[in-house]
Structure formats: C-alpha cells, structure tokens
C-alpha cells in the first residue's frame, strides 16, 4: 500500500483504455470535405512504477501521439488516462498544472528542446521555479545535485546549451524533466540523434535513475535494439493501434505479429550466418487518412487471408502476458 496515496503499491501507476485521437482536415479552402487523421485508435496500456514499456514502430504510427496523449498535453479524442487511479484527462487546470509535476517527457532533440539563450543553471531551475519547490541558494545547490545526478558538474550550470556534445545536451533534457520530481516520463525518442556509443551511456543513465528513483518509463523509439535493451514490456504499434505487446524477452525470441516479425528482420545483425530467416518489410506505411479496412496490415502482409481485408483483429491476451492482434497468429496459450 502507498503511504502516499493510499492505493495498492503493485496497481499500474499509468493507465490508458480507449485512448483515441482523430485530427479533422479540411481538404482543400473550398471544399466541404472533412477527412480524419486517425492517429490514435483505441489504444489500452498500463505502466508500473519502476517498468518500462518500450513503443516501437515505424515513423507515423502514432508513437509520439500516444505519449502526449498520456500526459495530455494534446487532448485525445476519446478514451480514459489514469495517473495513480486519478482520472487525468478530467482534472480542472489548476489540478493538471499540480500533476505535471509528476508527468514529465524527455525529447527527441535535446538541442531544440532547450533554449539557446538560457543558461543551463536556468534551464533546469526552471521547473523549481515555476513549480515553487526552493528558491535561492536551496535552488542553486538542487541545480547542483541534479546535474551531478546526470553526471555533469557544477560548473556546467553557468554555461549555454551550445557549449555541450549532444549526448550532454541530453544529459541536460534529463536534469529538466527530474527537477520538479517526476514519478513517470515519457522518453520520446531520446537517443536517435546521438552516435551509438553515446546511446549506450544516456540509455544507461535512464536505467540508474529508475533504479534509484522508482521511475516508469514510456520509452518511444523506431530503433528495436534500443527498446530491447532499456524496457521491461515492449508494445508495437501499426498505424494508432498496438498490434502486439509482450514482456521484453517473449516478443524478441517469440515474435507473432507479422509485422513485428517483419520490423526484427530488418534489424542489422553483426554476423549475417545469424540472420533470422523472416520476410522483410515490403512498401510504405499506408496513409492514417484512409488506413487500409479490416486489419491496417494487410496490404503489406504476406500472410493476408479474406477476412484481414474486413474485419479488424483485437488485441487478445494469451499466456505469460502476451497479446497479439492479428487473425492467423494469436497469443501463444502456453
Ligand atoms: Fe496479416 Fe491478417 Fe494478421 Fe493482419 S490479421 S497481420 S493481414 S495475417
């Protein structure tokens, strides 16, 4: 039980059930025409404190929607987000503005997402500041502790963004995001623009800091090595939909989804001998303005039958956790 909230320590700290997000485009200035950008569909997760849930997919799936759409920083269209049992998306501002504190993200760019004419010290006090945890000296030496979390020194808070490798920059983003206490972060792809060996130290700090702190992770990336590396359950996502989710080690040595499949065969292996033998991916992700009917797979996969073109596979749980949407290849039952 948390003596916090009083809620039982194993319940999933984030949940999402329905989680849907539709964009309206106009087709051209005079016409009447609505279309629907289904970025999000129907999409049901949960994270506990302490777990990472890797999401992986290629660009366009929906990736980036999602993890926005937990902390509401879009507004989805439909569905349900719980934060320790709290129902987020239906908090007053002034709530929401209190529960950010706990709910932060990491990007992509750590150049673009930091302000070139702030000084570092600035840039991670920012959140203290806004947030009212310390002013003054007691601010100052929290600066301190957190950039030394990230393995960065004291004197780095007097310096600019632009003074610092990318992998430091990113080092920074961190410091950010953990300045006002967080309790989960959404990763937004953090390590795709760093060269691989820095990849390996950032993923490496974020593992210490969920260790230290008890943090769960969104962690979002199109490179599956990556995901495979830093997350407890991994979820695959194909145009706004999950299609198959699984604890780490049973989606990587027992794949099912034919898409999953196919992503894990385009993966670079150091020894070719040791190539799986898999079907890689062929053509492009179809529009989410008109997503394929039935499953959105099939016209890429090679495995089609009659009813992938009209009926919609659910995601169905099998045995030790994992579940798979598709027709021909269900969760394993044992
Ligand atoms: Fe392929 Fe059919 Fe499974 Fe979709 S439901 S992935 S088209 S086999």
Known sequence: MSPETGRDCAAPLVEARGLTKHYPVSTGFFSREKLVVRALEDVALDIRAGETLGVVGESGCGKSTLGRCLLRLIEPTAGEVRFDGRDVLALPAAELRRMRRAMQIIFQDPYASLNPRMRVGAIVAEGIEVHGLARGVEKRRRVEELLHQVGLGPEHADRYPHEFSGGQRQRIGIARALAVGPRFIVADEPVSALDLSIQAQVLNLLMDLQEQMGLAYLFISHDLRVVEHISHRVAVMYLGRIVERAPRALLYANPRHPYTRALLAAVPVADPRHRPKRTPLQGDVPSP??????????????????????????????????????????????
């Open 289 to 334: 303005l008109q997503p394929p009917s039935g499953c959105a797979f099939h016209p890429r996969c090679p495995y089609v039958e009659p009813r992938c073109r009209t009926e919609v596979p659910a995601l169905i749980a099998g045995a030790g956790g994992h579940a798979v949407a598709c027709h021909v290849f269900p969760a394993p039952t044992e």
